[in-house]
């Protein structure tokens, strides 16, 4: 096998190569083959190693793939140890904004749904596999990022209000949970310390005077606690017997099936899980494995008014309440560059 080469350049190339041709599986058997490469000598085939694995793992759960999370950990150790070699360091931030990318509702491929080879996705996986040498060459990684959604849309190219249900457990397809902060300790008060040379030097009539004063709070604290157990017995004779019981709330069972909103954020391997629900309003033209745009066709047409979903605008807010406040920006002034100075 090539990832077990003499040449640490070929199993760079070997677990690249298997990271481009295995994005977004989550093959077990690839996984295999890239995990001896993450405690690699050179530190550019841990860099490719940590790469590889990103394409290979991105928008795959716990579920899915057991590995993730492990992943997940290596990365933030590589990132934050300072020991670490800054090229390793360098992959593992890049493997990082890979594994999570577009706020994890894409995934990489180099073919278009219909099966032929996507052009644009191959070409800026060819000039990211160049960021050795220029790091800027690392932003054509989103030219072959394709967006994992289910997008319902009627006869007029609207989205209307519809259910999508997918045969598998919610948590099998859902966002990683988010990370939690490490909550900081307060430290106790420390004692001073007291030297012995300072010890030697107090008078014994300070420590006499010491003495005694321990006698006398001695005595006071006896007089007190003796009090307070005859007051407690009091207490407990009086007082009647409370039992407390504690409910134990077991978890109810996660469904076996998801209900997914037009639109949707539906990845890869779920497409095969959908299907529309019984007695649907909608249907659609094309098999909803697919993914992407689905035409919808009406079967209540002209008989009910469609719920239509609201458009909403850039940062949240209902594209009808931002008609007046926001303005479309302006375009910058032409100029002129001549590039035979540069």
Known sequence: MLVEHFNPHVRYGAAMALGISCAGSGYKEAIALLEPLLSAKENFVRQGAVLALAFILIQQTDSSSPKVNVFRKTLTKMITEKGEDSITKLGAILAQGIIDAGGRNVTISLHNRSGHSDMQSVVGTFIFLQYWYWHSFAHFASLAFKP????????????????????????????????????????????????????????????????????????????????????????????????????????????????????????????????????????????????????????????????????????????SDTKDTVKEASPPATFEITLSAY
């Open 148 to 319: 994992t959604c289910l997008i319902g849309l009627n006869i007029n190219l609207e989205m209307p209000k519809t259910e999508f249900r997918s045969n598998a457990k919610p948590s099998t397809f859902a966002y990683p949970p988010p990370l939690e902060e490490k909550k900081k300790e307060e430290s106790g008060k420390v004692e001073t310390a007291v030297l012995s040379i300072t010890n030697k030097k107090m008078s014994v009539a300070e420590r006499k005077e010491k003495k005694e004063e321990a006698k006398e709070s001695r005595k006071e604290k006896m007089d007190v606690s003796s009090a307070q157990s005859s007051a407690a017995a009091q207490l407990i004779t009086e007082a009647p017997h409370e039992i407390k019981c504690t409910i134990i709330r077991e978890k109810e069972p996660e469904p076996l099936t998801d209900t997914l909103q037009n639109p949707a954020r539906v990845v890869r391997l779920q497409l095969r899980t959908l299907q529309m629900p019984e007695n649907s309003r909608y249907r659609p033209l094309k098999s909803l494995s697919n993914g992407g745009i689905i035409m919808l066709c009406d079967k209540k047409a002209g008989k009910e008014q469609e719920e239509i979903v609201a458009l909403v605008a850039a940062g949240g807010a209902h594209s």
